[in-house]
């Protein structure tokens, strides 16, 4: 079993729709965990942490259920710049190496 | 402030030569990050570098891989005898501290073709 699991998609969606990526990790005991945005053939960079209370950034929502180990990212008002791999990261040991799943992509259409 | 750099963004080796892939953290990072991206496949950590010191190689290949972060200078991972298995994108990351509340900066990434 992957430690990091996402539907790798593609989701096509229409400008201004509203989009929700799940992510699942296995280690129970992963203590940091992230949304990364890659664009093709780039490297990735970081979205936003996310946290078991939520948090919010614009037109981006983060949640983490640490019972279920389950992450996700909601977006709203896609845009066409949104069009990208979205991939669900956890940190794993005291060496804060980076966990990565495989990506879900997005190509969001005018 | 300059972000991490990657020399060469894109190297180009026949089986059984060298590849020597740099990278120069961000200005006060001294610890360094590489993770490889396989065709088609996330990122994978290879392993985790302060200056002069391998703390954590976990996920590097047992045979003809190898990392080092010296004083002075970038940080180099080394790829012997490569096969083609071993084309992929390779990107290191900086942080200024390796713990939880210190974000990883990407460099721009190293392409790694082997013909």
């Known amino acids: 079993r992957k430690e990091v699991e996402q539907d790798p998609g593609p989701f096509n969606v229409p400008e201004g729709a509203t989009v929700a990526f799940n992510c699942t990790y296995s280690?129970?005991?992963?203590?940091?965990f992230f949304w990364y945005r890659q664009d093709c053939r780039k490297e990735p960079k970081l979205l936003m942490s996310?946290?078991?209370s939520g948090n919010e950034d614009g037109r981006f929502t983060a949640q983490l259920n640490r019972a279920s180990q389950y992450i996700s990212l909601l977006i709203r008002d896609s845009k066409l710049s949104d069009s990208a791999t979205y991939l669900c990261?956890?940190?794993?040991?005291?060496?804060?190496?980076?966990?990565f799943g495989t990506g879900t992509l997005l190509a969001v259409q005018p | 402030n300059a972000g991490v750099m990657q020399n060469p963004r894109h190297l180009v080796r026949r089986r059984g030569q060298e590849a020597r892939l740099r990278c120069s953290p961000m200005?006060?990072?001294?610890?360094v990050y590489w993770y490889r991206q396989l065709p088609e496949e996330g990122l994978k950590f290879m392993v985790y570098?302060?200056?002069?010191?391998?703390?954590?190689e976990s996920g590097m290949p047992k045979e003809r891989f190898s990392a080092e972060f010296p004083k002075e200078g970038p940080s180099i991972l080394r790829i012997q005898q490569v096969v083609r298995g071993d084309s992929a994108a390779y990107f290191c990351?900086?942080?200024?501290?390796?713990?939880?509340?210190?974000?990883?900066?990407f460099g721009p990434g190293t392409r790694l073709t082997v013909t």
């Open positions: 570098l302060q200056k002069e010191n391998i703390i954590d």
């Open positions: 280690n129970s005991a992963s203590q940091s």
């Open positions: 996310v946290y078991s």
């Open positions: 200005k006060g990072h001294s610890h």
């Open positions: 990351a900086s942080s200024p501290q390796g713990s939880l509340d210190y974000e990883q900066y």
């Open positions: 990261v956890v940190t794993s040991g005291a060496t804060n190496k980076l966990i």
